[in-house]
């Protein structure tokens, strides 16, 4: 039976960079757990890497075919943007998987999984998080600044101290300083439960 470590932060705090080392780290032997979305791909995404990129169509089939474990829809600037997870089979495997998202997101995993996930807490200033957020959205070829901004405030009631408790999450990775600092002590902590 796998285990499935997820990576939980904001917006803007690390998340993508820091999966991106835990994978590549042959030690740890991490398979990714990718999510879906609707929303559009961004520059610099790939289909299966970042998200499995699919239409409403696509999220309504995978849904009636009862493969759907958990999902929440925003409304963007953009109009709705749904994103989902579909059960890889984590739990009839032996793989190790890792992956990204919410509190919620993660709430619905534990409640799917039980103790087989293990969150990954990402925790950055807000300050950081919104220079960070600035410089990922200059590089769009159409800044949506009016989103990032969303985001951004969205992510504060999202992300609060009572919904982070009520999740039972009690451990954080502070990501302020050097990533590589980060990865090191999150690499100690997977190989403690491997």
């Known amino acids: 039976?796998?285990?499935?470590?997820?990576?939980?932060?904001?917006?803007?705090?690390?998340?993508?960079?820091?999966?991106?080392?835990?994978?590549?780290?042959?030690?740890?032997?991490?398979?990714?757990?990718?999510?879906?979305?609707?929303?559009?791909?961004?520059?610099?995404?790939?289909?299966?890497?970042?998200?499995?990129?699919?239409?409403r169509a696509g999220f309504e089939a995978l849904k009636a075919a009862g493969r759907?474990?958990?999902?929440?829809?925003?409304?963007?600037?953009?109009?709705?943007?749904?994103?989902?997870t579909v059960d890889p089979g984590v739990a009839e495997g032996t793989d190790n998987y890792l992956g990204i998202g919410t509190v919620e997101a993660y709430r619905h995993l534990h409640?799917?999984?039980?103790?087989?996930?293990?969150?990954?807490?990402?925790?950055v200033s807000e300050e950081n998080r919104l220079l960070r957020a600035m410089k990922r959205e200059r590089k769009e070829a159409h800044p949506n600044y009016r989103e990032m901004c969303r985001r951004f405030?969205?992510?504060?009631?999202?992300?609060?101290?009572?919904?982070?408790?009520?999740?039972?999450?009690?451990?954080?990775?502070?990501n302020n300083g050097k990533i590589e600092d980060c990865v090191a002590e999150i690499t100690a902590y997977i190989k403690e439960r491997l």
């Open 68 to 84: 759907v474990i958990e999902e929440r829809t925003y409304q963007t600037v953009q109009g709705p943007w749904t994103y989902f």
């Open 153 to 174: 405030l969205a992510d504060c009631e999202d992300f609060s101290e009572e919904n982070i408790r009520q999740a039972g999450i009690t451990r954080c990775f502070d």
């Open 1 to 55: 039976m796998g285990k499935l470590f997820y990576i939980i932060g904001q917006s803007a705090t690390g998340k993508d960079h820091i999966g991106a080392r835990l994978l590549k780290n042959e030690d740890l032997g991490l398979v990714s757990f990718v999510l879906y979305t609707t929303r559009p791909i961004r520059s610099g995404e790939q289909e299966g890497v970042q998200y499995h990129f699919t239409d």
């Open 111 to 123: 409640d799917y999984y039980g103790d087989l996930v293990i969150p990954l807490f990402i925790s």
